[in-house]
């Protein structure tokens, strides 16, 4: 059962900001004197942030964040989504526009809940430490995103009225890093608490802070403090991995064992999950009875990686029939058959198996030779992936000759356990695999026919964004 529900709220704190005018950069200044006076309108402001963020979630971020990459496709698709997976990517489009928008509308709320925090009086210091610390996960994350994707970005870290969002410039990425996201995140981290209980489940804990601390690290080659981070959490015991591999997914199963956050959608609410239709292609709406969006199909090249009949596969890719063939699609993501766009489908931002898997990664990077604390993490991932409790199917280090070799066999493990849930493309330019592995996935599908260039590790600035305010220029490399 999902917990914590905070659609409607957002969309009536979407209504107070304005964030749909065309004459202002979203990230304008709330009137919101009246409405913060106290601590229950705190807390139905966080719920309304984690609104804002479900939003940013709901439909496109699986559009940047995987079709990019090697795992998924829109063959068939002519939209703009196929222009992304094409990397045809220019300003104008309103994929990337609309990424922009919603991360800074969750930020815009996060700031004016941030600054009314002060001015009121709480039950405790412990419900004004998280409530805190909650606006500070969320707006971490959301700048988190917008740097891995546009580079240089507009820092805003409090209210700011109309005028000042029309002349504001962009702030280096590595800055936005060191001033805000990081020590966001060691706050929250401090002031969040383990777990709750009730109709609390599914708001952001310490664990959920620390994480995305290791992630960050792990993004800045910061090798060293991600491994203190993560092994930190991980000696701590409060999480572990489920013995089935398709349970993490069920959406009866929400916010179980494994997940450290996941992005809350109820059955029945506008603006709910979209991932069920959007994972299933277009030919299988008649076998379906439903609509299918098929902005995330399985590659050919994902699919053969596999080792087919393992219990990863089998709940990860699945097979119907419709329009005289045998269709593959992401199994993973949940449809009820009743439901059109906004089914129970959570969406899994940070479980343990990708804890296991950074701080593998980080103690590969620290250390020449491969250690055995993290040939046991990629162990645990194995056993599960082929449902089997003994060593069958584990490495051992006599396979792992090198650290190199180490490497990839780590992001092949990222890539066969994480895929379909917005890691692999930043993965990818992370690791700065991007033009190679890209380039030669279309040679062997596309002949050639396109191509993933330097630049193309960024996103370009919304030009929607640049006609409001021409301080965001020049725009990124390659997009001007």
């Given at each position: 059962m999902?917990?914590i529900?905070?659609?409607?709220?957002?969309l009536?704190?979407?209504?107070?900001?304005?964030?749909?005018?065309?004459?202002?950069?979203?990230?304008?200044?709330?009137?919101?004197?009246?409405?913060?006076?106290?601590?229950?309108?705190?807390?139905?402001?966080?719920?309304?942030?984690?609104?804002?963020?479900?939003?940013?979630?709901?439909?496109?971020?699986?559009k940047?964040?995987?079709?990019?990459?090697?795992?998924?496709?829109?063959?068939?698709?002519?939209?703009?989504?196929?222009?992304?997976?094409?990397?045809?990517?220019?300003?104008?489009?309103?994929?990337i526009?609309?990424?922009?928008?919603?991360?800074?509308?969750?930020?815009?709320?996060?700031?004016?809940?941030?600054?009314?925090?002060?001015?009121?009086?709480?039950?405790?210091?412990?419900?004004?430490?998280?409530?805190?610390?909650?606006?500070?996960?969320?707006?971490?994350?959301?700048?988190?995103?917008?740097?891995?994707?546009?580079?240089d970005?507009?820092?805003?870290?409090?209210?700011?009225?109309?005028?000042?969002?029309?002349?504001?410039?962009?702030?280096?990425?590595e800055?936005?890093?060191?001033?805000?996201?990081?020590p966001?995140?060691?706050?929250?981290?401090k002031?969040?608490?383990?777990?709750?209980?009730?109709?609390?489940?599914?708001?952001?804990?310490?664990?959920?802070?620390q994480?995305?601390?290791?992630?960050?690290?792990?993004?800045?080659?910061?090798?060293?403090?991600?491994?203190?981070?993560?092994?930190?959490?991980?000696?701590?015991?409060?999480?572990?991995l489920?013995?089935?591999?398709?349970?993490?997914?069920?959406?009866?199963?929400?916010?179980?064992?494994?997940?450290?956050?996941e992005?809350?959608?109820?059955?029945?609410?506008?603006?709910?999950?979209?991932?069920?239709?959007?994972?299933?292609?277009?030919?299988?709406?008649?076998?379906?009875?439903?609509?299918?969006?098929?902005?995330?199909?399985?590659?050919?090249?994902?699919?053969?990686?596999?080792?087919?009949?393992?219990?990863?596969?089998?709940?990860?890719?699945?097979?119907?029939?419709?329009?005289?063939?045998?269709?593959?699609?992401?199994?993973?993501?949940?449809?009820?058959?009743?439901?059109q766009?906004?089914?129970?489908?959570?969406?899994?931002?940070?479980?343990?198996?990708?804890?296991?898997?950074?701080?593998?990664?980080?103690?590969?990077?620290?250390?020449?030779?491969?250690?055995?604390?993290?040939?046991?993490?990629?162990?645990?991932?194995r056993?599960?992936?082929?449902?089997?409790?003994?060593?069958?199917?584990?490495?051992?280090?006599?396979?792992?000759?090198?650290?190199?070799?180490?490497?990839?066999?780590?992001?092949?493990?990222?890539?066969?356990?994480?895929?379909?849930?917005?890691?692999?493309?930043?993965?990818?330019?992370?690791t700065?695999?991007?033009?190679?592995?890209?380039?030669?996935?279309?040679?062997?599908?596309?002949?050639?026919?396109?191509?993933?260039?330097?630049?193309?590790?960024?996103?370009?600035?919304?030009?929607?964004?640049?006609?409001?305010?021409?301080?965001?220029?020049?725009?990124?490399?390659?997009y001007?």
């Amino acid at each position: 059962m999902k917990q914590i529900k905070y659609i409607l709220i957002a969309l009536c704190l979407c209504t107070v900001s304005s964030c749909d005018l065309l004459d202002r950069p979203v990230y304008n200044h709330i009137e919101s004197s009246t409405f913060y006076k106290n601590e229950k309108d705190i807390n139905l402001a966080v719920i309304g942030a984690y609104g804002t963020l479900a939003s940013v979630y709901a439909s496109d971020y699986v559009k940047y964040a995987e079709l990019p990459g090697d795992n998924s496709t829109t063959v068939g698709d002519t939209g703009t989504q196929a222009l992304i997976d094409k990397f045809i990517i220019s300003p104008v489009n309103p994929i990337i526009e609309s990424a922009w928008r919603n991360h800074y509308r969750c930020i815009t709320n996060v700031n004016e809940i941030l600054a009314a925090i002060p001015e009121i009086t709480f039950t405790s210091q412990k419900k004004r430490d998280q409530y805190e610390g909650e606006a500070l996960f969320l707006r971490a994350l959301c700048y988190f995103n917008l740097v891995r994707m546009f580079g240089d970005v507009v820092y805003i870290d409090r209210p700011i009225t109309i005028e000042e969002s029309q002349k504001m410039s962009r702030t280096a990425r590595e800055k936005v890093y060191s001033d805000l996201i990081i020590p966001d995140l060691k706050k929250a981290k401090k002031q969040l608490p383990d777990k709750y209980s009730g109709e609390d489940i599914g708001r952001s804990t310490s664990g959920a802070a620390q994480t995305l601390l290791g992630k960050v690290y792990l993004t800045q080659h910061d090798y060293e403090n991600c491994a203190i981070e993560l092994g930190d959490l991980i000696e701590q015991n409060r999480y572990q991995l489920l013995p089935k591999f398709a349970d993490i997914f069920n959406p009866d199963n929400a916010n179980h064992a494994e997940s450290i956050f996941e992005i809350q959608y109820e059955k029945g609410y506008t603006g709910g999950s979209q991932w069920s239709c959007q994972a299933h292609s277009r030919d299988l709406a008649t076998t379906l009875g439903v609509s299918t969006g098929a902005v995330t199909l399985p590659t050919a090249d994902i699919i053969e990686k596999f080792d087919t009949g393992s219990a990863r596969y089998e709940a990860t890719i699945g097979k119907l029939s419709g329009g005289g063939k045998m269709i593959s699609h992401v199994k993973k993501h949940y449809m009820e058959l009743s439901i059109q766009n906004h089914s129970d489908d959570n969406w899994p931002l940070l479980r343990y198996a990708d804890v296991l898997l950074m701080y593998a990664e980080a103690l590969n990077e620290l250390n020449p030779t491969p250690t055995d604390e993290a040939i046991d993490c990629i162990n645990q991932i194995r056993r599960r992936a082929f449902a089997v409790t003994d060593t069958s199917h584990d490495l051992t280090p006599a396979e792992i000759i090198d650290q190199q070799t180490f490497r990839e066999v780590i992001a092949l493990e990222r890539r066969l356990e994480l895929c379909f849930e917005g890691h692999r493309w930043f993965d990818l330019v992370r690791t700065g695999e991007y033009m190679k592995v890209m380039n030669a996935h279309f040679e062997r599908y596309n002949a050639g026919a396109y191509v993933v260039e330097n630049y193309n590790d960024l996103f370009p600035i919304p030009q929607r964004e640049i006609d409001v305010n021409p301080n965001l220029l020049p725009n990124n490399p390659g997009y001007n």
